[in-house]
């Protein structure tokens, strides 16, 4: 089983910035994409940005130049960094992976359990 744990949500007022940061572990060979997702309220979730294992990145357009996307391989981690925070940016955010697990390299795909942005204007 793979778990992802979130952590860096928060409160912030118009124009701030927070970092998030999630964290894989437990039975991984290999990660592949990361990504982070949001859910605003009454609204579906949506893809926020996507980093591959090499580096490449992809943003909504709704954040491109607010929001910086990395990651660091060793750890499995990714982060997600956000200036300019605005009011509609606040969301449940999740973070997503998928890969191959450790013994038959079976893919997996997993989520973690989202963290609160809410930004105050």
């Known amino acids: 089983q793979v778990q992802l744990v979130e952590s860096g949500g928060g409160l912030v007022q118009t124009g701030g910035s927070l970092r998030l940061a999630c964290a894989a572990s437990?039975?991984?060979?290999?990660?592949?994409?990361m990504a982070w997702f949001r859910q605003g309220p009454g609204k579906q979730r949506e893809l926020v940005a996507n980093?591959?294992?090499?580096?490449?990145?992809n943003y909504a357009d709704s954040v491109k130049g607010r929001f910086t996307i990395s990651r660091d391989n060793a750890k499995n981690t990714v982060y997600l960094q956000m200036n300019g925070l605005k009011a509609e940016d606040t969301a449940v955010y999740y973070c997503?992976?998928?890969?191959?697990?450790?013994?038959?390299?079976?893919?997996?795909?997993?989520w973690g359990q989202g963290t609160q942005v809410t930004v105050s204007s």
């Open positions: 437990g039975n991984i060979f290999s990660v592949n994409t």
């Open positions: 980093i591959t294992t090499g580096g490449t990145t």
């Open positions: 997503y992976a998928d890969g191959l697990r450790l013994g038959w390299r079976r893919p997996f795909n997993s």
